[in-house]
């Protein structure tokens, strides 16, 4: 039962840091002025989005055994998909930050851009990796609830997809 409050606090905390960073996204994002844009835009709704998943994971509804299966595993998809976005959006801005800004069509200085750019995929690959740990962790509470329910056997239909 310890192991099982252990597990859960570094889901909350997961889920509570990936708020924070999408967040942070957000606001930097907002300070590249790339409303005009709808790659900017994109990049922006999938920031929003990532907030939204860890919003969710934070109020713990999608772990509770009482969940319906689908709503757990809509989320468990979503909450995948933003990761793998949120790691290409990473990997843009490192890789061809200065190709990425001129997609954006950004107003503020191209030096400045940058280093903004760096900082958001920064905290993408923070998103990204802490994405995928409160994936595990939320599968394993999922898992550890249903093995208080029934001991000895596993109902895998409710991870069905």
């Not at 990532?50 to 713990?60: L, R």
């Not at 319906?68 to 990761?83: F, I, M, R, V, Y």
């Not at 905290?123 to 995928?132: K, P, Q, R, S």
């Amino acid at each position: 039962m310890a192991g099982k409050s252990h597990t859960r606090k570094a889901f909350l905390l997961c889920n509570y840091i990936l708020l924070g960073a999408a967040s942070s996204c957000i606001f930097l994002t907002l300070s590249l002025r790339l409303l005009p844009s709808p790659c900017g835009l994109l990049l922006l709704f999938l920031h929003a989005l990532t907030a939204v998943f860890s919003a969710a994971g934070c109020s713990g509804s999608f772990t509770a055994p009482a969940t319906p299966a689908q709503w757990h595993n809509a989320h468990t998809a979503g909450a995948a998909l933003t990761a793998i976005f949120q790691g290409a959006v990473a990997l843009l801005a490192f890789t061809r930050t200065s190709d990425f800004l001129a997609e954006l069509q950004s107003y503020v200085r191209d030096e400045d851009g940058a280093v903004i750019l760096k900082m958001v995929g920064g905290l993408g690959t923070a998103i990204f990796v802490l994405e995928w740990a409160a994936l595990a962790l939320a599968f394993s509470l999922r898992l550890d609830d249903e093995d208080d329910d029934d001991l000895h056997a596993k109902n895998w239909q409710s991870y069905h997809v």
